[in-house]
T-cell receptor, first 115, second 110 residues
Framework: DAGVTQTPRHEVAEKGQTIILKCEPV?????LFWYRQTKIQGLELLSY????????DGGAFKDRFKAEMLNSSFSTLKIQPTEPKDSAVYLC?????????????FGPGTRLTVL | GQQVQQSPASLVLQEGENAELQCNFS?????LQWFYQRPGGSLVSLLY???GTKHTGRLTSTTVTKERRSSLHISSSQITDSGTYFC????????????FGLGTTLQVQP
């Protein structure tokens, strides 16, 4: 089975640009998560979808971050406009509920640098 | 405040020694997962262990939900075990997100 895939692996943007990160979950998984990882804050949830419906949109990230899931096998995270403080690793994860067990699997991440 | 606390923050071992990593969480967790991350790498799921004891290879995790704690034991550490280990919990309710600790950085020396 293919794992979670993310593209691009690295992104460099100028302040004020719009960037779109992409994620394909594990086939058959109906939960999809976007997290952000920084050394200071650690791992923080940005968005969470269940069966394509947005269930949770991290409050602190609402204004410039927008995640979408147009079909069950593809999700995007748009950051508009980018700011230097957005420099971080963006991780996508997916899981499937098997009798209450919900192990999450992560993609390789996209390392974003905003200049 | 931080809902998941991991200790120690960092650990240095000689190759062959055992490691014991601790995770304490502030809410009743229904999900508990241990991850490993190399510098610059992604999160690799090591063990999914919401309760009881689970083994895989040289790793053993014990989770005592009522006491809100989990441990990860690494036996006979190897240099390739170096990296950061994260504990993450999922809480009851409608959300299925994981809440992560800040990690334990392990360095295994020859």
């Amino acid at each position: 089975d293919a794992g979670v895939t993310q593209t691009p692996r690295h992104e460099v943007a100028e302040k004020g640009q719009t960037i779109i990160l992409k994620c394909e979950p594990v086939s058959g998984h109906n939960d999809l998560f976007w997290y952000r990882q920084t050394k200071i804050q650690g791992l923080e949830l940005l968005s969470y979808f269940r069966s394509k419906s947005l269930m949770e949109d991290g409050g602190a990230f609402k204004d410039r971050f927008k995640a979408e899931m147009l079909n069950s096998s593809f999700s995007t995270l748009k950051i508009q406009p980018t700011e230097p403080k957005d420099s971080a690793v963006y991780l996508c994860a997916s899981s499937h509920d098997r009798g209450g067990l919900r192990e999450q699997y992560f993609g390789p991440g996209t390392r974003l640098t905003v200049l | 405040g931080q809902q998941v606390q991991q200790s120690p923050a960092s650990l240095v071992l000689q190759e062959g020694e055992n490691a014991e990593l601790q995770c304490n969480f502030s809410s009743t967790a229904t999900q508990l997962q241990w991850f490993y991350q190399r510098p610059g790498g992604s999160l690799v799921s090591l063990l999914y262990n919401p309760s009881g004891t689970k083994h895989t290879g040289r790793l053993t995790s014990t989770t005592v939900t009522k006491e809100r704690r989990s441990s990860l034991h690494i036996s006979s550490s190897q240099i390739t075990d170096s990296g950061t280990y994260f504990c993450a919990m999922g809480i009851t309710g409608n959300t299925r997100k994981l809440i992560f600790g800040l990690g334990t950085t392990l360095q295994v020396q020859p």
